[in-house]
């Protein structure tokens, strides 16, 4: 098992209810969180090994969000 975690533009449930279909859909990913309380707004993501931080920066960058590994 694998901690992710990457800085987002992910602010508010809508957002992520966008973004909550291409994450479930990324084959490895066991649990994920946004921490939109903290200002960096948190994504967290438990997975198997061989996701790649590239595989969900794309996905998320397909419904028009940003993130960066942090």
């Known amino acids: ?5 990457f800085k987002t533009n992910i602010k508010c449930g809508g957002c992520i209810a966008t973004v909550t279909p291409v994450l479930n859909t990324l084959k490895g990913i066991d649990k994920w969180e946004v ?5 960096d707004k948190i994504l967290t993501l438990q997975s198997e090994e061989g996701l790649t931080a590239s595989e969900v920066i794309s996905a998320l960058k397909i419904k028009g969000y940003q993130a960066e590994k942090i």
């Not at 098992?1 to 975690?5: I, P, Q």
């Not at 921490?35 to 200002?39: G, K, L, S």
């Open 35 to 39: 921490d939109t309380a903290n200002p």
């Open 1 to 5: 098992m694998e901690t992710l975690k």
